[in-house]
């Protein structure tokens, strides 16, 4: 069993920063593969980022490559979302999902994932 906590999330102007972070309780976080998601209203959820258990292999959406990278420090049980040049289209709320795997791949299916968190709010006005 896994617990996600994510945090970061806030009210931001186009062309700003914020880092989202997700913590996990437990001590086997090292075996999970991490992804994060969102979901703005009406919308389906949606595939971010994702990172392996090791840290060797990331995948991120078209829509974010070059402006969002997803890390992890699996020392503090924590996988981190570096989001710059945020967009309006970006509103959305984020979530943080684990998903048990060793594998050196990673998934982009919000299917494929076995724990989520709640979720934090990231507003970006234009």
């Known amino acids: 069993q896994v617990q996600l906590v994510e945090s970061g999330g806030g009210l931001v102007q186009a062309g700003d920063s914020l880092r989202l972070s997700c913590t996990a309780s437990g001590r086997a976080f090292s075996r999970y593969a991490m992804g994060w998601f969102r979901q703005a209203p009406g919308k389906e959820r949606e595939f971010v980022a994702a990172?392996?258990?090791?840290?060797?292999?990331?995948d991120h959406a078209d829509s974010v490559k070059g402006r969002i990278t997803i890390s992890r420090d699996n020392a503090k049980n924590t996988v981190y979302l570096q989001m710059n040049s945020l967009k309006p289209e970006d509103t959305a709320v984020y979530y943080c999902?684990?998903?048990?795997?060793?594998?050196?791949?990673?998934?982009?299916?919000?299917?494929?994932?076995?724990?989520w968190g709640q979720g934090t709010q990231v507003t970006v006005s234009s």
């Open positions: 990172i392996n258990w090791s840290g060797s292999s990331t």
């Open positions: 999902a684990a998903q048990n795997s060793l594998s050196r791949y990673v998934s982009n299916s919000r299917y494929d994932y076995d724990y």
